[in-house]
């Protein structure tokens, strides 16, 4: 089986910053993956975020994030971050990562084969 554990969610003010965290563990060679983050508000889709190739050089973001988030990994220790800066209330939504074994077009949902379980992000104005 394989494990992803989403980490470092909370509630912030408008401006703030938070880091998140995705541990993964099991039957998973994390080096093989590309991993993305994604989010979802109440009552809308789930959006991609963030993603980054296995090796971590390449990284693409949706365009209200740049400039803003960062994401970036560890495979030495199984993780993939997301740096969130100048957070803005219309950022609150559950974050997920997910993990996909076929890198091309980190954008779609249903390219990652595994996703955690969400972690809750609140922005206050």
């Known amino acids: 089986q394989v494990q992803l554990v989403e980490s470092g969610g909370g509630l912030v003010q408008a401006g703030g910053s938070l880091r998140l965290s995705c541990a993964a563990s099991?039957?998973?060679?994390?080096?093989?993956?590309?991993m993305g983050w994604f989010r979802q508000a109440p009552g809308k889709e789930r959006e991609f975020v963030a993603g980054?190739?296995?090796?971590?050089?390449?990284?693409f973001y949706v365009d209200s994030v740049k400039g803003r988030f960062a994401i970036s990994r560890d495979n030495a220790k199984n993780t993939v971050y997301l740096q969130m800066n100048s957070l803005k209330p219309e950022d609150t939504a559950v974050y997920y990562c997910?993990?996909?074994?076929?890198?091309?077009?980190?954008?779609?949902?249903?390219?990652?084969?595994?996703w955690g379980q969400g972690t809750q992000v609140t922005v206050s104005s």
């Open positions: 997910a993990a996909a074994y076929d890198a091309f077009d980190l954008g779609r949902a249903p390219k990652y084969d595994y």
């Open positions: 099991g039957r998973l060679l994390f080096s093989n993956y590309a």
């Open positions: 980054i190739s296995r090796s971590g050089v390449n990284t």
